[in-house]
């Protein structure tokens, strides 16, 4: 787990580095367009965070699972998240 | 399977005869208000008959792997299609 | 209008012709990753045909508006449609 | 712009402390599922804002062009933003 946790630290810590640079930019009064464009670039780190989260949820609970009723249940419930990430 | 195709069926011909609407619409010069609300109805269709494919996929091929190995190449293949959808 | 009509109608006939393709796949129980696919390249496909709509909407709707009443109507509709496509 | 660029900040200042919490999250290795859920909740934060900086923009910038030519800059340079959107 500690691999992964890592690489999803440091997007979520480039993220918040980004997001307080569009606050400024807001502050500043920064060209629109400009601003959107920085919202997007940090909406596509939390996504990737997102995609790093779910693998190692995957890799982890799913592959290991202690039985197959358990694996059952941990497949549910991801496919619960998958329903609201394709919404 | 079959229970699962059959939703999946439903889904996929639904977005078909709302896409033939559609190109009616763009054809008779509809208002593009009018006809990008369609899009996305039909957008959020295939999403869904997306999220059910992934859904059979987890609950058939990843749940019932053979081995652990052949269910880790199910778990990273998964992983890359994931990849694709949180870009 | 006439030459922003012909290429959403392409994109959309395009569109229709890998929805009829996903279905055959679905129906002769192809593998569910590579109809996960197919979904996504069909799907950006609409995303596409979207953007031209509403290119088209704001080069002619609000560019060609007859007062800046009616200008702002479209805009306020159009800001609409961008909260439904950023939910 | 001011009513706007309030609107703006506290979306903004709301998707910070989320992300924040999320990191905490991390650190302290709870549950996957969860924290990819407030993920997604801290991007349809980051969505709302990039709606609110795309309408400002419709509405002063383009709404308010000193001419058709400025207008239609303004439209070309949002209709591309709108690519990146609906990629």
């Given at each position: 787990?500690?691999?992964?946790s890592?690489?999803?630290?440091?997007?979520?810590?480039?993220?918040?580095?980004?997001?307080?640079?569009?606050?400024?930019?807001v502050?500043?009064?920064?060209?629109?367009?400009?601003?959107?464009?920085?919202l997007?670039a940090?909406?596509?780190?939390?996504?990737?965070a997102?995609?790093?989260?779910?693998?190692?949820?995957?890799?982890?609970?799913?592959?290991?699972?202690?039985?197959?009723?358990?694996?059952?249940?941990?497949?549910?419930?991801?496919?619960?998240?998958?329903?609201?990430?394709?919404?």
């Amino acid at each position: 787990m500690m691999a992964d946790s890592k690489t999803i630290l440091r997007l979520l810590k480039t993220a918040r580095g980004q997001l307080d640079g569009i606050l400024k930019m807001v502050e500043e009064d920064r060209y629109c367009i400009d601003i959107s464009q920085q919202l997007m670039a940090t909406e596509a780190i939390l996504n990737r965070a997102n995609k790093e989260v779910l693998a190692a949820h995957l890799k982890h609970c799913v592959q290991q699972a202690a039985s197959p009723q358990e694996r059952n249940e941990k497949i549910e419930e991801f496919v619960q998240t998958l329903g609201r990430i394709l919404k």
